[in-house]
Each structure stands twice: as C-alpha cells, then as structure tokens.
C-alpha cells in the first residue's frame, strides 16, 4: 500500500482524527541516511510525528520539528510540509550502543526537548509560531500529546507505531492524532481516549499495512465519522543548486579562498537528503570576485 494520510471528523463535528501510514518513505529515507536499531526507529518516529504536525497546518506554512535527547539519537530535524511532502534526518548518539536495536522500554529518545516551529515559507521576517517541552517519557507519541494539551491547550491523543524488522532495518511507520474540538462533550472525549488506551494492535494493523481509515475505524468505533481527506505521501528534498550557491557566497571570501587552496573545490553536502552539491575552482574565485564587488 503507498504512503498516505486520511483525515476524518466525526458527524458530531467536535471530534477530528488523521491517520498516517509512510512505511514505504520512511524505509526510503532510512536507507538513505543508512540507519538502523535505535536511530532508525527515533527516525521512524519522527517523520511520523511531522505529518501529524503538518497534517493539520495550513498550505504555505512548514512544520519543523526538533527533537533533542540524550538516548540513542542526539537530535532529529523533520521539516513536514501540508502537501505531504516530508524531509528529515537524525544524528545518532555516538555514545549509546547503537546497534543493539532490542530496544527497551525506554524508547530512543531518553531526556530533553521536543519544539515545534511553525513556519510560513513566503512572509519573511515574520516571527514563527514556536512551542517547546520537555521530552519527559523517552515516547514522542506521549509527549506529543502533552505538547498539544500544554503548547495549544487542545485535547488531543496521540499514537505512533514503528517496527524494525529483524536486522533492526525500519520496516514500518505509521500513527495517528485525535483531537476534540470546541463542543466536544466530556462524554466523546471519554470514549475516544478509552478506544486509544486499548489500541495495543496499532504497530501490529501499521505492519499489516492497513490503510489509516481502519485505525480512525478502531479509534471512532461506536461513532459515525467522514473521510475528509484522503493524501499521497512522499519524501522531497528542497534543497537546490542555486541555495547550496548561496549558502557558499554567506561563508565569507577567506573561508572560500581555504577550500580552494586545501581541497581545489567546494563540496557541500545536504544533511537531509546527502545529495552533494560541487562548485569548481573557478566558481568560487567568481563568488569571492562577486563578494568584494
Ligand atoms: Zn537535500
């Protein structure tokens, strides 16, 4: 089944839910940053966690996520976009036993921070909408929720599901978000976090790969519900030529002129996608020319 995101609200309309399922990217671009065991499952996690953020932000703005921890993983960068495209990466903890994906209960994260930046592409200067907490449970699908009912006072339940297959490679990602919405009765709220607590088969229906309407089907069981919206997923870069050119031309002309005298060019590689970008020698002479122009 391909990657895609459904988003429902109840016939009530006081509850709304969006369920993901991106095993086929998340395995894509874990081969891409060839991660495994405790980095590749916080990856998995992550990129789950920014479709949810961007499932529900508005078109042109951009979901960054950032996660530091001091468990297997150092930190995860996600930027999620509401088109459904997504990039990210991870920097595994060169300190934790990496490689030993039996992993335990604690989760890959350990302690620190979870903070979301909520972005406008096309307003410069503007100041983004920022909201951080404390990584406390070492499960971002927990403190995501603590997120929402802390940074956006929004009752919300949240639920993530990554398996790793035997060699610790990720082999499926998924999850969910439920929210109440203003009117909601205490008595939904109730039910839906009733139905949430016992979804112990969400890893076991993402693995299965059931489509996300069959877990909004489990969480909104005894209520009737519509299928808003119904979105391919995909992993793009947004890296370019023409921004690796102009990160280069910011480092300064005595920065330039060291590339060109130790290694004869500039190699810049982007840490979302490890596509790398080349400018020759005489680029950057032109760029250093350019910068004292
Ligand atoms: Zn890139």
């Not at 395995?27 to 479709?51: I, N, W």
């Not at 903070?115 to 096309?122: A, P």
């Not at 990584?135 to 699908?141: M, N, P, S």
Request: net charge negative.
């Amino acid at each position: 089944m391909s990657d895609l995101w459904q988003k429902c609200i109840s016939n009530s309309g006081t509850l709304r839910g969006v369920a993901i399922s991106c095993s086929e990217l998340a395995r894509e671009l874990a081969t891409v940053h060839q991660l495994s065991g405790e980095p590749a499952q916080a990856f998995g996690e992550a990129l789950v966690a920014g479709f949810i953020l961007a499932s529900y932000c508005k078109a042109g703005e951009r979901m960054n996520l950032n996660i530091k921890g001091d468990g297997g993983v150092k930190q995860a960068l996600v930027d999620a976009y509401p088109d459904g495209t997504i990039r990210g990466y991870v920097v595994p903890n060169p300190q934790s036993a990496i490689q030993n994906y039996d992993l335990t209960g604690d989760g890959p994260w350990g302690k620190g921070t979870l903070s979301v930046l909520r972005k406008r592409d096309d307003q410069k200067g503007a100041e983004p909408y920022i909201g951080t907490v404390p990584l406390v449970t070492g499960h971002l699908a927990k403190d995501l929720t603590f997120y929402w009912s802390q940074s956006e006072q929004v009752p919300s339940a949240v639920g993530i599901a990554v398996n790793l297959d035997s060699e610790g490679k990720l082999a499926t990602a998924g999850g969910f978000l439920v929210q109440a919405m203003p009117g909601a009765t205490d008595a939904e709220i109730r039910e839906i976090e009733n139905q949430v607590t016992h979804m112990s088969n969400l890893a076991r229906d993402i693995a299965a790969g059931s489509e996300p309407i069959a877990i909004l089907a489990t969480i909104f069981q005894n209520m009737q519900f519509v299928i808003l919206e119904k979105k391919p997923l995909k992993a793009q870069c947004t890296c370019s030529e023409a921004r690796m050119r102009r990160a280069l031309t910011l480092v300064g002309a005595s920065e330039l002129q060291a590339m060109i005298d130790e290694v004869g060019e500039a190699v810049v590689k982007c840490d979302f996608c490890e596509k790398e970008y080349r400018a020759s020698a005489d680029e950057l002479r032109k760029m250093i020319a350019e910068s004292k122009a």
